[in-house]
Structures are given as C-alpha cells and as structure tokens.
C-alpha cells in the first residue's frame, strides 16, 4: 500500500527565511507520480508540481524548489526567501501508475506553514 | 474556463436528514473522484467513478453514496448523516494522459453535521 509521510505538523518562520517541508513516500510501483499542491487559508487546493518517478531532476519555479531522490524515498519542497502570501498548508501526494483505472491520490497529513513579519 | 464546480460550498445540516453534494466538471474527464479532508489526516479518497454508470469505493466508502449518470456529473449522497461526517469535501475531475494523471480540485465543500 502507498504512504506519504510529512513529519512536520507546523512550521513557523520569519519573512525572508528559507524553510524546507519534508515528504516521504512508500509504494511498491517502480513508475508513480510525486505531487505537491498548497492549500490557503481560503481552502482550495493549488496544484504546484507534478513528478513522475523517472525524473530525478530537481525543479525550481521562481521561489519555490523540489528535490527528488529516489534513494531516500523523498521529495522535499523548499522556499527560499519565504514571504507571508506563503502561509498555509502544503500537501504532499503519490499517484501509482495505474493504467486503465481511475488514478488515486494518497495524500499525507499536510504541514502547515506560519510565515510572519 | 475548465472547471470543477461544487455546491453547496457550506452547509450545516442535522444527523439524519439526507443531502446531497453535487459535482460537476466541464472538461470531459471520463474519471471523476470524492475526497474528504480531515484535520492530522490529509485527504481521503471516498469514491471514484471511471465513466458513466462505473463507480467504485475509494478508502473511506461508508455512509456514502455516488452515481455517475452523466460524464459531467458525479454528485456525493449522505443518506443519513452523521457527525462523524463533519468534514471538508473535494471533488476531483481527473485527466489521464499516460503521463501521471492530473487532478482538477473543486473549491470544496463544507460540511457540519450536528
């Protein structure tokens, strides 16, 4: 069965402070697809990333970055220069591969973010 | 604009009285799913349907109900309503592309059920 695991319940930081979120994943598939999606205060959901399980490349969008490693089972989600707009909290999820049915997303428990002045 | 709809976004409702959350999705996505959010528990798949009148249960399935009639549609049913079902729910209409599906989120719904 998958798992995701986000350790950290809470994170509180300083404007300008660059704060890393953890996520680690469990699955038997060899192809499956990492997400990260953040929820404001508002409670929507917002999609940030997307990665699938053969490209370990790390990503940076502006001041968001993701690093992969597959040897660690984790992909880890950093903001660099954190601004108060960043508070909320951050989704982790694993898709597997499953072709021809109806693709599930396992969620983990999710870490809030406080960014203050 | 594509778009996953959710009505009502709130509702407070008594145990026991049915109600129905309804979902609707204007991409043609063949596969549609139910979430559920609660607090130290991330999101929990309730429902999913692959198709018109193909559904299956997700993780959590009791005290739900879906029905797939139309492609567009895939409106979540309580029949009986318990607090225990106090929750935030979402909608996802889902694009498969081979690639790693992508999931589209509703806004949400919430619901209170005293």
């Known amino acids: 069965a998958q798992k995701v695991t986000q350790a950290q319940t809470e994170i509180s930081v300083v404007e300008k402070e660059d704060v890393t979120l953890d996520c680690v994943y469990e699955t038997r598939d060899t192809t499956y697809y990492l997400f990260w999606y953040k929820q404001p205060p508002s409670g929507e959901l917002v999609f940030l990333i997307r990665r699938n399980s053969f490209d370990e490349q790390n990503e940076i969008s502006g001041r968001y970055s993701w690093n992969f490693q597959k040897s660690t089972s984790s992909f880890n989600f950093t903001i660099t220069a954190s601004q108060v707009v960043d508070s909320a909290v951050y989704f982790c999820?694993?898709?597997?591969?499953?072709?021809?049915?109806?693709?599930?997303?396992?969620f983990g428990t999710g870490t809030r973010l406080q960014v203050t002045l | 604009e594509a778009q996953v709809t959710q009505n009502p976004r709130y509702l407070i409702t008594v145990t026991g009285k049915k109600l129905t959350v309804t979902c609707s999705q204007n991409m043609n996505h063949e596969y549609m799913s139910w979430y559920r959010q609660d607090p130290g528990l991330g999101l929990r798949q309730i429902y999913y349907?692959?198709?018109?009148?193909?559904?299956d249960k997700g993780d959590v399935p009791e005290g739900y109900k879906v029905s797939r009639k139309e492609k567009r549609n895939f409106p979540l049913i309580l029949e009986s309503p318990s607090p225990n079902q106090t929750s935030l729910y979402f909608c996802a209409s889902i694009l498969t592309s081979g690639g790693g599906d992508e999931q589209f989120f509703g806004p949400g719904t919430r619901l209170t059920v005293l």
């Open positions: 999820a694993l898709s597997e591969d499953l072709a021809g049915t109806a693709s599930k997303l396992t």
């Open positions: 349907s692959m198709n018109v009148e193909v559904t």
